[in-house]
């Protein structure tokens, strides 16, 4: 039985191994159910299965674990190249797998953790965003790499916020880039999903609003950070001190400045200011990202995954963020007309090209 470390395996609690016998074959998925920290396997657990669809996960079965935490789904539509995922929720906690592919694994364990109150030290490995300066003021999409580095779920105090985005002040037009966020009695907005072992990602998207000719992104992250990239439109942007400018690059035929900003303490405060003054904020269009609809399939992908390091063709952190905001303009551009088969077609695509990037910076980093 072959196993990984905690930094190299799925964040998805999901384990492939190699057996002699065939898990995932034409027509017959199967597999078991372990909590790794006893070792033990979990019986009576249901486990649903789904595939991915353009905009949604599509539903195909369900299954309950028999004495042996066993698992097993015969369906003629589980076709050689099929692409599924595995859900279970265990002790109030959901957990998901990565995208498995008919025919390529062969031995399916699915990992589920129980949950805890304490906080294991939660980190950020990383943190990236696209910040564009226009008229009215600062369009920003961002990722969070969030790692729990314990061996349990956390799940925060409570209902409420898990994960504390720790956005500006005066944001609005606040918006996931998959399940919804929620917002606490103080005001807080966040992710309420619990944080299983490993890296889960977060992705949103807001607006700064300009005040006499000025804008600024400003956020305070309670969690430390090893790593923070930001791709900053217009390119001429000049990065203040506490940046590294890497200088102009192009993404997905996008020109953006990228900065560097190394290890954030935890509630360290992060700032970049754009003037009317200094041409920053004169003559930029607005480029609507609009209500992101339907993008909960990317997201229960890449939520709850690490990357395989290395994988061939990825294109980086970056290249994932210019992605996704090509998937919010396309939305906004077919917002009435979702139905159009030329939309649909693209979206695909582009959510097939932001699923095959790595997602923390350890990958972006074996990628160069």
């Not at 072959?2 to 799925?10: G, H, V």
């Not at 790692?147 to 500006?168: I, K, M, Q, W």
Request: aromatic residues 6%; glycine residues 12%.
């Amino acid at each position: 039985m072959i196993r990984a470390s905690r930094r190299s395996r799925l964040a998805a609690a999901l384990w492939l191994l190699v057996s002699p016998a065939g898990a995932l074959a034409g027509g017959l998925l199967q597999g078991w159910v372990v909590a790794p920290a006893s070792g033990t396997r979990i019986a009576g657990l249901p486990v649903s299965l789904y595939t991915p669809g353009p905009d949604s996960l599509q539903w195909m079965g369900s299954a309950v674990t028999d004495a042996r935490g066993a698992f097993c789904f015969r369906d003629p539509r589980l076709a050689d190249s099929l692409q599924v995922v595995l859900t279970a929720e265990y002790q109030g906690v959901p957990h998901n797998s990565s995208r498995l592919l008919v025919g390529e694994q062969q031995q399916v364990i699915l990992e589920v953790f129980p949950p805890t109150q304490s906080d294991p030290g939660i980190r950020l490995a990383g943190m990236s965003a696209f910040v564009q300066a226009t008229a009215e003021g600062l369009q920003v999409v961002e990722w969070l790499q969030v790692d729990n580095p314990g061996s349990a779920a956390f799940v925060g105090g409570g209902r409420g916020v898990v994960t504390d985005l720790g956005l500006p002040a005066g944001v609005q037009a606040v918006r996931s880039l998959g399940p919804p966020l929620v917002t606490d009695a103080s005001g807080r907005v966040g992710d309420g999903r619990p944080l299983l072992p490993g890296i889960t990602e977060i992705a949103f998207a807001y607006r700064v609003p300009a005040a006499e000719g000025r804008a600024e992104w400003s956020v305070q992250r309670p969690y430390r950070c090893d790593q923070v990239d930001v791709f900053v439109q217009p390119a001429e942007y000049h990065a203040p001190p506490d940046f590294a400018d890497l200088g102009p690059v192009e993404v997905e035929g996008i020109r953006y400045r990228r900065l560097r900003h190394a290890a954030l303490a935890p509630g360290a405060r992060l700032t970049l200011t754009f003037g009317a003054g200094e041409g920053q904020l004169d003559g930029w269009p607005w480029v609507a990202l609009g209500m992101v609809v339907g993008l909960g399939v990317l997201v229960a992908v890449l939520g709850r995954r690490q990357p395989r390091p290395g994988r061939a063709g990825a294109r980086g952190l970056g290249s994932r963020g210019a992605l996704v905001a090509q998937i919010a303009r396309l939305d906004e551009q077919y917002r009435d007309d979702e139905s159009n088969p030329e939309y649909r077609q693209r979206r695909a695509e582009l959510v097939r090209r932001a699923v095959a990037v790595p997602t923390t910076p350890e990958a972006e980093r074996e990628r160069k």
